[in-house]
């Protein structure tokens, strides 16, 4: 039996979610794919989860920046964060890692998770961000201490999307991807990679729409800007689609692509960790670069050990 850490796996952990409700009793309405219990019931997602595989989980993209000052945004953070932690704990066997959140609209906070919280705890395994925070890019000067601490610290971020809110057409299947691919020009424009040489970004959904336009990138962008759109490293999330993972892997190469699901999202009821799976099988590569891809690029990154 082949381990497989699953790298991008999402929890709506309950104490969060019930906080969360508390500010907006309408977030279900507006964000209908939480109200997937597998995202809440750890007993239920024990019951759907494959034996061979074991889960990096991190909070859906529900904020607490976006109701709340920064310091009470932060307080509810690290309760958050608390959370999360005693969930890997205590769930060790199925869980691999968690990934903190950051309140972004307190950034010495933020930064405090990635120096301490993180760095204090071995179960953690990075920060998530978003392509957009409080309306902005995830690139905008004001975030770039979080940026500039993660690499110094050697914590990686995980890059999730979100709806830009100024756009009246957003729609869970194609903006998203924009949205990640958007925000990956606006890092690499923004010079990160050079400025933070240690930066580590694993982005969600295969690197979103970049391998298809591998070209436009390569003859567009000056030569630096596109070697380092190579420098992300991206997850398996494309719910199968062998081709796409292809291309995926001809772009980033085998090194810089993680399984990640998803899960429990994307296929119901618990998500579509098996048709990734079994894509990867299929791909035409080594069994050596599958193992690579499984669990092992997963484990050099996070640090995580056999």
Same mark, same amino acid.
């Given at each position: 039996?082949?381990?497989?850490?699953?790298?991008?796996?999402?929890?709506?952990?309950?104490?969060?979610? *019930?906080?969360?409700?508390?500010?907006?009793?309408?977030?279900? /309405? /507006?964000?209908?794919?939480? %109200?997937?219990?597998?995202?809440?019931?750890?007993?239920?997602?024990?019951?759907?989860?494959?034996?061979?595989?074991?889960?990096?989980?991190?909070?859906?993209?529900?904020?607490?920046?976006?109701?709340?000052?920064?310091?009470?945004?932060?307080?509810?953070?690290?309760?958050?964060?608390?959370?999360?932690?005693?969930?890997?704990?205590?769930?060790?066997?199925?869980?691999?890692?968690?990934?903190?959140?950051?309140?972004?609209?307190?950034?010495? *906070?933020?930064?405090? +998770?990635?120096?301490?919280?993180?760095?204090?705890?071995?179960?953690?395994?990075?920060?998530?961000?978003?392509?957009?925070?409080?309306?902005?890019?995830?690139?905008?000067?004001?975030?770039?201490?979080?940026?500039?601490?993660?690499?110094?610290?050697?914590?990686?971020? $995980?890059?999730?999307?979100?709806?830009?809110?100024? /756009?009246?057409?957003?729609?869970?299947?194609?903006? $998203?991807?924009?949205?990640?691919?958007?925000?990956?020009?606006?890092?690499?424009?923004?010079?990160?990679?050079?400025?933070?040489?240690? !930066?580590?970004?694993? +982005?969600?959904?295969?690197?979103?729409?970049?391998? =298809?336009?591998?070209?436009?990138?390569?003859?567009? @962008?000056?030569?630096?800007?596109?070697?380092?759109?190579?420098?992300?490293? +991206?997850?398996?999330?494309? @719910?199968?689609?062998?081709?796409? !993972?292809? !291309?995926?892997?001809? =772009?980033?190469?085998?090194?810089?692509?993680?399984?990640?699901?998803?899960?429990?999202?994307? &296929?119901?009821?618990?998500?579509?960790? *098996?048709? &990734?799976?079994?894509?990867?099988?299929?791909?035409?590569?080594?069994?050596?670069?599958?193992? %690579?891809?499984?669990?092992?690029?997963?484990?050099?990154?996070?640090?995580?050990?056999?």
């Amino acid at each position: 039996m082949t381990l497989k850490i699953d790298a991008f796996a999402h929890v709506l952990l309950p104490e969060f979610y *019930e906080k969360m409700l508390m500010l907006d009793k309408d977030l279900a /309405k /507006k964000m209908p794919f939480i %109200q997937n219990s597998v995202l809440t019931d750890l007993q239920q997602r024990r019951k759907t989860m494959p034996a061979d595989t074991k889960q990096i989980i991190s909070y859906v993209n529900a904020n607490p920046e976006d109701y709340m000052a920064g310091k009470m945004a932060a307080l509810l953070v690290n309760k958050a964060n608390e959370e999360l932690l005693h969930t890997v704990r205590e769930n060790a066997d199925v869980f691999a890692g968690g990934v903190a959140m950051v309140a972004m609209n307190n950034i010495p *906070e933020a930064v405090r +998770v990635v120096e301490s919280f993180v760095a204090e705890h071995p179960e953690i395994s990075g920060i998530q961000l978003f392509t957009r925070h409080l309306g902005k890019s995830v690139a905008d000067p004001d975030f770039k201490p979080v940026f500039e601490a993660a690499a110094k610290a050697d914590v990686p971020i $995980w890059l999730h999307p979100v709806f830009d809110t100024r /756009k009246p057409d957003n729609n869970i299947i194609f903006s $998203w991807e924009y949205e990640l691919t958007q925000a990956m020009l606006e890092i690499v424009q923004a010079g990160y990679f050079k400025k933070f040489p240690n !930066l580590k970004i694993l +982005v969600h959904h295969g690197g979103a729409m970049v391998p =298809y336009f591998a070209g436009r990138i390569q003859y567009i @962008l000056p030569q630096d800007q596109a070697d380092d759109f190579k420098k992300f490293y +991206v997850d398996t999330a494309l @719910l199968g689609n062998p081709k796409a !993972l292809e !291309l995926c892997l001809d =772009y980033y190469g085998v090194d810089h692509v993680l399984f990640g699901t998803d899960a429990p999202l994307g &296929i119901l009821p618990a998500g579509a960790t *098996e048709v &990734i799976a079994h894509a990867i099988e299929f791909l035409p590569i080594t069994s050596q670069e599958r193992r %690579q891809i499984f669990s092992q690029n997963a484990q050099e990154l996070y640090q995580l050990g056999d």
